[in-house]
């Protein structure tokens, strides 16, 4: 376990990082308000608020093997608010801050709390209906655990591309860098997403969705100790959520695939529901060697999400 904060000093060290970056931002958005057409204070009227809430039942909380697999249901209620600044004619700054917490219903050693910024700039070449949106991202999230060892920040950079190819069809696509920075070495992580997903709207208030990602990065598992897991793991240590019997959390570089399948239905204007089915296979690069073990390392994880969505 680390003496350091995610690879920092102290606590407070991690703070000022993501003010930091929070001023950074705030300080971008400001100029360029200043210098856009616009005033800053006429924008403030697009500001716009949300709330969320998601019912989830995971069947493999440990990203195990199916032999250490265990299951549990969580909520999660997230409340946020975004702002567009108007930059040019062809280009925004989409400012986003939320706030939100996660509750498990047998493993409370998981509930969190959250807190989130993001910020976007996005480039369009006309208004036309079909012009592709072209985007450039940055976000950071503080993440409050029950766990001492999960406790950290994350945070991601990357750009997007999304594309109307007809009043039905919308395709997204983007590449990012994700990083983790935890209280343990195990939960330091770092990862390349490639991610695309294309909505179609059968009519006017519903909407099927589809989603791919591929992640080249470090993933986690915990289960039982094992020599199989010992041999190609990058560091472990005993977890403080999964302690009967005691689990390891084990840190290893995979290649991860994730299928996400989405229907929503638009109550209102302003309010839906949101029914997914995602599936996630993870392979670690590195298998154990035949004299330690003879079976392949991977793991299978399936969520079902209801959620109720909400905008002011």
């Not at 996660?102 to 998981?110: E, P, V």
Request: contains cysteine.
């Amino acid at each position: 376990m680390k003496a350091s904060w995610g690879g920092l000093s102290t606590p407070t060290d991690c703070s000022r990082r993501f003010s930091f970056a929070w001023r950074c931002l705030v300080a971008t958005a400001a100029t360029w308000a200043a210098l856009s057409n616009t005033p800053a204070h006429a924008q403030l009227s697009n500001a716009r608020a949300r709330l969320s809430a998601d019912l989830t039942w995971d069947d493999n909380v440990t990203r195990s093997g199916r032999d250490e697999k265990l299951s549990d249901t969580f909520a999660r209620l997230n409340v946020g608010a975004g702002m567009p600044l108007e930059l040019t004619p062809h280009s925004r700054l989409l400012l986003d801050v939320g706030v939100g917490g996660y509750l498990y219903n047998q493993y409370s050693g998981l509930n969190r709390t959250i807190a989130e910024f993001q910020a976007e700039l996005q480039y369009r070449s006309s208004g036309q209906y079909t012009t592709p949106i072209y985007g450039l991202y940055l976000r950071q999230a503080v993440d409050w655990y029950n766990s001492d060892l999960r406790d950290g920040y994350r945070t991601s950079v990357g750009v997007s591309v999304r594309k109307p190819v007809t009043d039905r069809i919308v395709l997204f696509g983007a590449v990012g860098y994700n990083w983790r920075n935890a209280r343990s070495d195990v939960f330091d992580t770092r990862e390349v997403s490639v991610r695309g997903n294309v909505d179609y709207a059968l009519a006017r208030r519903h909407t099927l969705y589809l989603g791919l990602e591929y992640r080249d990065g470090d993933v986690q598992t915990t289960a039982v100790p094992e020599p199989a897991l010992a041999s190609i793991k990058i560091t472990s240590v005993p977890d403080d959520v999964f302690t009967n019997p005691a689990r390891n959390s084990y840190r290893f570089k995979a290649r991860t695939g994730l299928l996400t399948v989405g229907y929503n239905f638009a109550l209102f204007d302003n309010q839906g529901l949101d029914l997914s089915y995602r599936t996630i296979y993870s392979r670690p690069k590195n298998q154990p060697p035949s004299s330690v073990s003879t079976e392949s390392i991977f793991y299978v994880d399936q969520q079902i999400t209801l959620s109720y969505l909400i905008r002011f």
